[in-house]
């Protein structure tokens, strides 16, 4: 062979293996570009956090970390205050008439059979891991009954999700079992080894160091804190030690128009309760401690892989909480204020920092919000909340409007619209029997506290319609008992509910909120975004009162339209 023939099988196999060289690189920059279009997504769930009394105070690394970073969102709100009820509509978005998770049981729907073949293929998670190619990851509580035997044991894991290390049934922080992946994998009392807050963040942390780096992750941590038995970390134990829960208007104070629920506290409340629930005020913030050493961990973590500017963190509750309001001792469950109200902090690509935004979302917002980052078609599912995204990616502000609807002021000085309200719903938990240490109170009382002050009975069942636009901050709510009790707050003029002013509102008000909580109770994706009472798009039709829920309007009208 001469020269020049060698020297052309040179150029032609350098040729093959250069165009070989480009093609991987070429297939690695696509990989890259897709990447850099498609953000990580972290959700931080934490349990019973409240935002009206306190709850985010210990929380110094969060607050710092994700809302001075982000946005903070100041009407955030849940559609049940109850565990069970508001995780199924965070991962369903839909709200509790909708998803048919009413209570914390497995006869309530709670990881039931029912559940896992009607809603769990359909959760959010589903379509991000099927449909968006996400890397999905799940650790911490799911839900109540997650891991009865009765519903499959920890043998069963949801669809949706490559990395599962879920906790069995409720919130615990020591001796408890997880299900790795459908795995039993059994916990002690050692703080090093077992501290569930803990074991958490480790967990998460071993899953971004394995997780494929050409693929976006979604990653849900489901804290136990501050749920109780508030078992705090060791080093946490002495903190807050003379903290107590904040003595404002509503504490340890008697109420005489609200429902009998809350007629029956006693107040003044005993010594013991009050010591009671002071006690379980500063656990909770102790426990909360390690939460915020949780999401430290992970944002510098994320921070040294390069991922942090490339990944939204969502930070937020499942429900509310209340430690001696309206003397109360300490439970969720209510419609007010304290209970349904959460926090949400979010920050993530596009969020420009110190934000607040006052905007009303909920807990059924989460699904299609993250979704929608991911970049799916949000109108092609079944869910009943909105996308909150063009809410964080815009400088917004509410600015009045002559008819009344909410609209967005954007740096482009374009408007769009938002919602002016949501529904919130809550079915009462107990049994038609009396507790035998409290016969006096009659049957069908739960949560009872020694002092026979109970938190919840069967008939503590309502739906409320809270609105929050340019000329109203309202709330609306109706109990589905004998009495069709009804409670309405100004909470322009009455922020702390003190005064229900069901019987004094404007007449016409109080017909046009009753049927726009029946269009609410029976609503269905899209339709339950429709326009609200203070919005020009209202449409207020006496006649569709009777044909919506049958007779629970008529005994209303009969009631009110005398």
């Not at 749920?227 to 134990?237: F, G, K, L, V």
């Not at 949501?422 to 079915?427: D, G, N, S």
Request: charged share 20%.
């Amino acid at each position: 062979m001469d020269l020049f023939a060698c020297l052309r099988n040179f150029v032609s196999h350098y040729a093959v293996l250069l165009a070989i060289a480009l093609c991987l690189v070429r297939s690695d920059m696509i990989v890259d570009a897709k990447s850099a279009r498609r953000p990580n997504i972290v959700l931080i769930l934490t349990d019973d956090l409240d935002a009206v009394i306190g709850g985010l105070t210990p929380l110094n690394k969060t607050r710092r970390l994700i809302g001075e970073a982000g946005i903070t969102f100041t009407n955030a709100y849940v559609s049940s205050p109850l565990c069970c009820p508001s995780r199924a509509s965070i991962l369903t978005g839909k709200y509790l008439h909708n998803h048919r998770v009413v209570n914390n049981t497995l006869e309530g729907n709670c990881s039931s059979q029912a559940w896992q073949k009607t809603q769990e293929p359909f959760t959010f998670p589903v379509i991000l891991n099927q449909f968006c190619e996400y890397q999905t990851f799940f650790a911490g509580k799911y839900l109540n009954e997650y891991g009865s035997s009765e519903a499959g044991g920890v043998e069963h894991v949801p669809p949706g999700w490559n990395g599962w290390y879920a906790l069995e049934k409720n919130s615990k922080y020591y001796n408890y079992t997880l299900s790795v992946n459908g795995r039993k994998q059994k916990h002690g009392n050692d703080y090093n080894e077992d501290y569930l807050t803990d074991v958490l963040a480790n967990v998460s942390m071993d899953f971004l160091e394995k997780k494929l780096n050409y693929q976006p992750f979604f990653m849900m941590i489901s804290t136990p804190a501050p749920h109780s038995p508030w078992t705090a970390a060791p080093q946490y134990e002495k903190n807050f030690a003379d903290v107590k829960a904040p003595r404002d208007i509503t504490f340890n104070k008697h109420v005489k128009d609200k429902h009998w629920l809350i007629r029956q506290a006693k107040s003044p409340m005993s010594n013991t309760s009050v010591q009671f629930l002071d006690d379980a005020f500063r656990k909770r913030w102790q426990t909360l401690l390690s939460v915020d050493d949780l999401v430290e961990k992970l944002i510098t973590k994320l921070s040294i892989r390069g991922e942090l500017q490339n990944t939204y963190i969502f930070f937020t509750s499942d429900n509310g909480y209340h430690a001696g309001q309206f003397s109360l001792p300490i439970d969720k469950r209510q419609l007010y204020e304290f209970d349904i109200r959460v926090p949400l902090l979010v920050r993530g690509p596009g969020i420009k920092s110190n934000q607040t935004n006052k905007m009303l979302v909920a807990n059924i917002d989460l699904g299609p919000t993250i979704l929608d980052i991911a970049g799916y078609n949000v109108s092609k599912t079944k869910m009943d909340g909105m996308s909150f995204l063009p809410l964080m990616a815009i400088q917004t502000s509410l600015v009045p409007h002559r008819n009344n609807v909410a609209h967005l002021k954007t740096g482009k000085q374009e408007n769009m619209t938002w919602r002016t309200d949501i529904l919130v719903e809550y079915e009462g938990e107990g049994h038609n029997v009396s507790d035998p240490d409290c016969p006096g109170l009659g049957p069908g009382v739960a949560e009872c506290f020694p002092d026979c002050v109970c938190e919840d009975a069967y008939n503590n069942t309502y739906a409320c319609v809270r609105t929050i636009a340019t000329s109203a901050d309202l709330q609306y709510c109706e109990f589905d008992d004998a009495e069709l009790f009804v409670e309405v707050y100004n909470l322009t003029a009455d922020p702390f509910q003190l005064i229900n002013i069901a019987k004094t509102i404007d007449q016409e008000v109080l017909e046009k909120m009753n049927h726009r909580l029946m269009m609410l109770q029976s609503c269905s994706g899209p339709k339950c975004q429709s326009p609200g009472v203070y919005d020009s798009g209202f449409k207020f039709d006496l006649r569709l009162m009777f044909n919506t829920h049958g007779h629970k309007g008529k005994r209303f009208l009969r009631q009110f339209l005398k």
